[in-house]
């Protein structure tokens, strides 16, 4: 399978497809050929649709390697299985299908005895990794057959840390299933339809080395494990006992300083007082002058290191040509052909296109091509978050307007709002700047509530939304929210796409003329208060008169809730009344300190229901008329009783969404009233796509916030406690006797530390535990108890498992808890 174009490589890939790019001197494809003819195979097709005419030149008919090597070119995308069919007339036999650009030493003969005893249709190599988020999951029963695939997980659907590794030995029966001249994949098309028409997929799991080389920092790691040890694979040259390997008639002066774990190619020369420290690799053809240094450097053929430069953990491609006084310094990658004038520094990071010119003295500090360095993620359970001009630059969001501009049709208008901070000022700046320089209108609400910026997007006709604002649990962070057409958080596949156009820098530019503008909305807030109020109405009109204590936490919803109190008979007393986001950022010893204020207030006042709203104005903390501050679960359990007896919860399309870690309470809370839960993901996200189903009413979280997708599918304040007035009204009840007929419930939580790349090990033994016992896997493992439950689930970004549990007692959960964190401790030691 040579058909890679390999973008999130480039710009090594600039020049070349990805299963050219060298590891140790050597396209990836030559090691592969070699490991193949290694286990006696040498007829082999290469399957080709980026460059093939490079890989054609290269390998030719395969005569200089003792092969017989064909070539199948696509004329249009076919797909992983859809390009293997297109070279059917060469595959009569039982064969192998091996990538033409992922490094392996993996013992190819044991997975085709192992295919051949199982009399199997298709047989996958499996390999054991600690990190499977980016590879497709495959769990198997005790003999080895195939029972279940995962394309890509998140840490919640992560059962096994057994990932596909894209080596299959295939029966030529599967192309009988594989339709001609389209699009087909493998894994996600073909393997099922394989399953469901009996045919048997077992899988083999192998040691080995193998790495799926897709990114830089994989690049640079595969050359580290090979020098170490980790992988037989063949390095070039003729090793010393220094562990330096070296290429014939290379030149290496005695004054030269080259450390172990050293490559030097073929015809490289060495001047006196270079220093050559480990892990670096030097192409052929190459020269390093005298008093040069390169240090975990990666350097391909043909390049010129100049007098008292320096190379610093950095990747050259061929050709480059860095003259005397200049450095490299740790993670640049220098395009072919590129020249790097005297005394210039390419700083740390920085990625430069083929055939670029650095001026002598220059200091280069950012990329000068339209990709980027690959990290893991971008985006959160919360938006893009961070440290504000430490994580959250001006230029990170500049960039990542200019993804997401080009990720919507040219000139479509995009509703920017923030809240009052003068973080979220600056950065909302630069955030338009990107959207208007990808040629897209910026409808600029200034400061508002992320509800309004909601309302406004889906309301407007609006392609997008952005809002910016203080995260709610740290008063030193900024988060970034993004939404689509119908003022929803974008799903994971568009945060993706945004990500990719981010790190690789490809945005689209609007030229002089085609340059966005920025427009002032009139009247938005009139509009999204109008539109609460008819769906409020639509719920019902108000019966009796509240009193209510509203602290509103400094939020934007000091705009809208003292405006529309008469209108719903309150009788509103408010705290923190005004918008100042700077005051509002406050830690959980404030937040508590308020919550205390905000009870005494409804004591002094007699009132019915106090409010506490988060900055954001999206959460809600309630305290009943006797001065109870309710916890979240608690005030969640209320407003689901209230909502499935009440008359709009009578309705069609009234059941609830929860997350799975909330109490098994609001189950038979929701069946008194003949109403069904379903359970979701954790996240906001999955929450509100739960509440976007036509069977849900009602959706609430386990931290305050809740959604009535009949007005907006998304978290409001304003809009939760208008609901919950008028669910009391309608059921003629007050929040503290709603409250004293709620159930007890026992749930515990506790946070495990655990590495990344024990998370997979984790899941995996979770998932076997849980086998036999009918577990539930909405996200994480859910594991039934004799009186309860519990659910372990890696956290996405943070190196954490959360153990959650229930039980009928506080001795019972108490013990449910200790049980399973240490099986997750145990699997972390020994899993």
Same mark, same amino acid.
Request: net charge negative.
């Given at each position: 399978?040579?058909?890679?174009?390999?973008?999130?490589?480039?710009?090594?890939?600039?020049?070349?497809?990805?299963?050219?790019?060298?590891?140790?001197?050597?396209?990836?494809?030559?090691?592969?050929?070699?490991?193949?003819?290694?286990?006696?195979?040498?007829?082999?097709?290469?399957?080709?649709?980026?460059?093939?005419?490079?890989?054609?030149?290269?390998?030719?008919?395969?005569?200089?390697?003792?092969?017989?090597?064909?070539?199948?070119?696509?004329?249009?995308?076919?797909?992983?299985?859809?390009?293997?069919?297109?070279?059917?007339?060469?595959?009569?036999?039982?064969?192998?299908?091996?990538?033409?650009?992922?490094?392996?030493?993996?013992?190819?003969?044991?997975?085709?005895?192992?295919?051949?005893?199982?009399?199997?249709?298709?047989?996958?190599?499996?390999?054991?990794?600690?990190?499977?988020?980016?590879?497709?999951?495959?769990?198997?029963?005790?003999?080895?057959?195939?029972?279940?695939?995962?394309?890509?997980?998140?840490?919640?659907?992560?059962?096994?840390?057994?990932?596909?590794?894209?080596?299959?030995?295939?029966?030529?029966?599967?192309?009988?299933?594989?339709?001609?001249?389209?699009?087909?994949?493998?894994?996600?098309?073909?393997?099922?339809?394989?399953?469901?028409?009996?045919?048997?997929?077992?899988?083999?799991?192998?040691?080995?080395?193998?790495?799926?080389?897709?990114?830089?920092?994989?690049?640079?790691?595969?050359?580290?494990?090979?020098?170490?040890?980790?992988?037989?694979?063949?390095?070039?040259?003729?090793?010393?006992?220094?562990?330096?390997?070296?290429?014939?008639?290379?030149?290496?002066?005695?004054?030269?300083?080259?450390?172990?774990?050293? /490559?030097?190619?073929?015809?490289?020369? *060495? %001047? @006196? $007082? =270079?220093? &050559?420290?480990?892990?670096? +690799?030097? #192409? !052929?053809?190459?020269?390093?002058?005298?008093?040069?240094?390169?240090?975990?450097?990666?350097?391909?053929?043909?390049?010129?290191?100049?007098?008292?430069?320096?190379?610093?953990?950095? /990747?050259?491609?061929?050709?480059?040509? *860095? %003259? @005397? $006084? =200049?450095? &490299?310094?740790?993670?640049? +990658?220098? #395009? !072919?052909?590129t020249m790097v004038g005297h005394g210039?520094?390419?700083?740390?990071?920085?990625?430069?296109?083929?055939?670029?010119?650095?001026?002598?003295?220059?200091?280069?500090?950012?990329?000068?091509?339209?990709?980027?360095?690959?990290?893991?993620?971008?985006?959160?359970?919360?938006?893009?978050?961070?440290?504000?001009?430490?994580?959250?630059?001006?230029?990170?969001?500049?960039?990542?307007?200019?993804?997401?501009?080009?990720?919507?049709?040219?000139?479509?208008?995009?509703?920017?709002?923030?809240?009052?901070?003068?973080?979220?000022?600056?950065?909302?700046?630069?955030?338009?700047?990107?959207?208007?320089?990808?040629?897209?209108?910026?409808?600029?609400?200034?400061?508002?509530?992320?509800?309004?910026?909601?309302?406004?997007?889906?309301?407007?006709?609006?392609?997008?939304?952005?809002?910016?604002?203080?995260?709610?649990?740290?008063?030193?962070?900024?988060?970034?929210?993004?939404?689509?057409?119908?003022?929803?958080?974008?799903?994971?596949?568009?945060?993706?796409?945004?990500?990719?156009?981010?790190?690789?820098?490809?945005?689209?530019?609007?030229?002089?003329e085609e340059v966005g503008e920025i427009?002032?909305?009139?009247?938005?807030?009139?509009?999204?208060?109008?539109?609460?109020?008819?769906?409020?109405?639509?719920?019902?009109?108000?019966?009796?008169?509240?009193?209510?204590?509203?602290?509103?936490?400094?939020?934007?919803?000091?705009?809208?809730?003292?405006?529309?109190?008469?209108?719903?008979?309150?009788?509103?007393?408010?705290?923190?009344?005004?918008?100042?986001?700077?005051?509002?950022?406050?830690?959980?010893?404030?937040?508590?300190?308020?919550?205390?204020?905000?009870?005494?207030?409804?004591?002094?006042?007699?009132?019915?229901?106090?409010?506490?709203?988060?900055?954001?104005?999206?959460?809600?903390?309630?305290?009943?008329?006797?001065?109870?501050?309710?916890?979240?679960?608690?005030?969640?359990?209320?407003?689901?009783?209230?909502?499935?007896?009440?008359?709009?919860?009578?309705?069609?399309?009234?059941?609830?969404?929860?997350?799975?870690?909330?109490?098994?309470?609001?189950?038979?809370?929701?069946a008194e009233c003949g109403r069904s839960?379903?359970?979701?993901?954790?996240?906001?996200?999955?929450?509100?796509?739960?509440?976007?189903?036509?069977?849900?009413?009602?959706?609430?979280?386990?931290?305050?916030?809740?959604?009535?997708?009949?007005?907006?599918?998304?978290?409001?304040?304003?809009?939760?406690?208008?609901?919950?007035?008028?669910?009391?009204?309608?059921?003629?009840?007050?929040?503290?006797?709603?409250?004293?007929?709620?159930?007890?419930?026992?749930?515990?939580?506790?946070?495990?530390?655990?590495?990344?790349?024990?998370?997979?090990?984790?899941?995996?033994?979770?998932?076997?535990?849980?086998?036999?016992?009918?577990?539930?896997?909405?996200?994480?493992?859910?594991?039934?108890?004799?009186?309860?439950?519990?659910?372990?689930?890696?956290?996405?970004?943070?190196?954490?498992?959360?153990?959650?549990?229930?039980?009928?007692?506080?001795?019972?959960?108490?013990?449910?808890?200790?049980?399973?964190?240490?099986?997750?401790?145990?699997?972390?030691?020994?899993?």
């Amino acid at each position: 399978m040579a058909g890679g174009e390999g973008t999130r490589l480039r710009p090594l890939t600039s020049m070349r497809p990805k299963p050219m790019v060298p590891i140790l001197n050597q396209p990836v494809m030559e090691h592969i050929i070699g490991l193949i003819k290694h286990h006696g195979m040498t007829e082999v097709v290469a399957t080709l649709a980026f460059m093939p005419q490079v890989i054609e030149d290269y390998f030719g008919d395969g005569d200089e390697w003792g092969m017989d090597i064909s070539y199948a070119i696509e004329e249009t995308p076919l797909g992983t299985a859809g390009s293997v069919k297109n070279a059917a007339d060469a595959l009569t036999e039982p064969f192998i299908v091996i990538s033409g650009d992922a490094l392996t030493d993996i013992d190819l003969s044991e997975v085709i005895a192992f295919h051949q005893s199982r009399n199997a249709a298709v047989t996958i190599a499996l390999k054991r990794v600690p990190d499977p988020l980016e590879f497709g999951v495959v769990i198997t029963d005790e003999d080895g057959k195939i029972e279940r695939f995962m394309e890509k997980p998140t840490w919640g659907q992560v059962f096994s840390d057994t990932i596909n590794t894209g080596i299959y030995v295939v029966d030529p029966l599967v192309f009988d299933y594989i339709p001609e001249g389209t699009p087909f994949d493998f894994s996600s098309e073909l393997f099922p339809l394989l399953m469901e028409n009996g045919h048997d997929l077992y899988g083999c799991v192998v040691d080995g080395y193998w790495c799926d080389v897709g990114s830089l920092e994989s690049y640079v790691e595969v050359h580290r494990d090979i020098l170490d040890g980790k992988a037989m694979i063949y390095v070039p040259g003729s090793r010393t006992k220094d562990d330096v390997y070296v290429g014939s008639g290379a030149d290496i002066d005695p004054l030269a300083e080259v450390a172990s774990k050293v /490559v030097i190619g073929k015809n490289t020369r *060495v %001047r @006196a $007082g =270079a220093k &050559i420290r480990p892990y670096t +690799v030097i #192409g !052929d053809n190459c020269m390093i002058g005298y008093d040069a240094e390169a240090e975990h450097a990666i350097v391909w053929d043909d390049c010129f290191i100049g007098a008292h430069a320096a190379v610093r953990g950095a /990747v050259l491609c061929r050709g480059v040509d *860095v %003259r @005397a $006084g =200049a450095h &490299i310094e740790q993670g640049v +990658v220098i #395009g !072919d052909e590129t020249m790097v004038g005297h005394g210039a520094t390419v700083g740390t990071d920085v990625q430069v296109y083929p055939f670029k010119r650095i001026e002598p003295g220059a200091m280069v500090t950012s990329s000068l091509i339209w990709e980027s360095r690959g990290v893991r993620s971008l985006f959160g359970d919360d938006g893009i978050s961070g440290l504000v001009n430490i994580d959250i630059t001006p230029e990170l969001a500049l960039r990542v307007a200019q993804a997401f501009g080009s990720l919507l049709p040219g000139k479509s208008h995009v509703v920017v709002s923030r809240d009052a901070s003068r973080s979220a000022r600056m950065l909302k700046r630069a955030m338009a700047a990107g959207l208007n320089a990808t040629g897209c209108h910026v409808r600029d609400l200034r400061v508002a509530s992320q509800s309004v910026a909601r309302f406004t997007t889906r309301d407007t006709r609006c392609s997008g939304g952005v809002h910016l604002c203080a995260a709610d649990n740290d008063p030193q962070s900024l988060e970034i929210h993004f939404y689509d057409e119908d003022g929803i958080d974008l799903m994971a596949g568009a945060e993706k796409k945004v990500e990719r156009l981010y790190f690789r820098q490809e945005f689209r530019r609007a030229f002089f003329e085609e340059v966005g503008e920025i427009i002032y909305p009139p009247r938005a807030l009139e509009y999204y208060t109008a539109g609460l109020g008819e769906a409020l109405d639509a719920a019902g009109p108000v019966g009796r008169s509240f009193r209510v204590v509203a602290d509103m936490g400094m939020s934007p919803a000091s705009f809208v809730l003292p405006q529309i109190a008469a209108r719903w008979k309150l009788d509103l007393i408010t705290l923190r009344a005004f918008v100042d986001s700077e005051k509002a950022r406050i830690d959980a010893t404030e937040r508590d300190a308020q919550i205390g204020e905000l009870a005494h207030a409804v004591d002094v006042f007699q009132a019915d229901v106090g409010v506490s709203m988060d900055s954001s104005a999206e959460r809600l903390t309630l305290v009943t008329g006797s001065g109870r501050v309710l916890d979240h679960d608690t005030a969640l359990h209320a407003m689901v009783k209230l909502w499935c007896g009440s008359h709009v919860g009578e309705q069609e399309g009234a059941d609830v969404a929860v997350p799975a870690t909330a109490s098994r309470v609001i189950e038979g809370l929701a069946a008194e009233c003949g109403r069904s839960v379903v359970w979701t993901g954790g996240s906001r996200r999955a929450l509100c796509a739960a509440a976007g189903r036509p069977d849900v009413g009602f959706a609430g979280s386990r931290h305050g916030g809740h959604v009535f997708p009949g007005f907006l599918t998304a978290f409001d304040s304003v809009m939760s406690l208008g609901m919950l007035l008028r669910m009391l009204d309608g059921a003629d009840t007050t929040l503290d006797e709603v409250v004293d007929g709620l159930p007890e419930f026992f749930l515990r939580h506790e946070a495990v530390p655990c590495p990344f790349n024990r998370k997979g090990a984790v899941m995996r033994t979770m998932a076997v535990t849980g086998q036999n016992a009918e577990a539930e896997m909405v996200e994480g493992v859910r594991l039934p108890t004799d009186d309860g439950w519990a659910l372990v689930l890696p956290h996405a970004t943070e190196a954490v498992v959360h153990v959650y549990a229930e039980g009928a007692s506080d001795s019972s959960v108490d013990a449910t808890l200790s049980l399973y964190v240490k099986a997750v401790e145990d699997a972390i030691a020994h899993g």
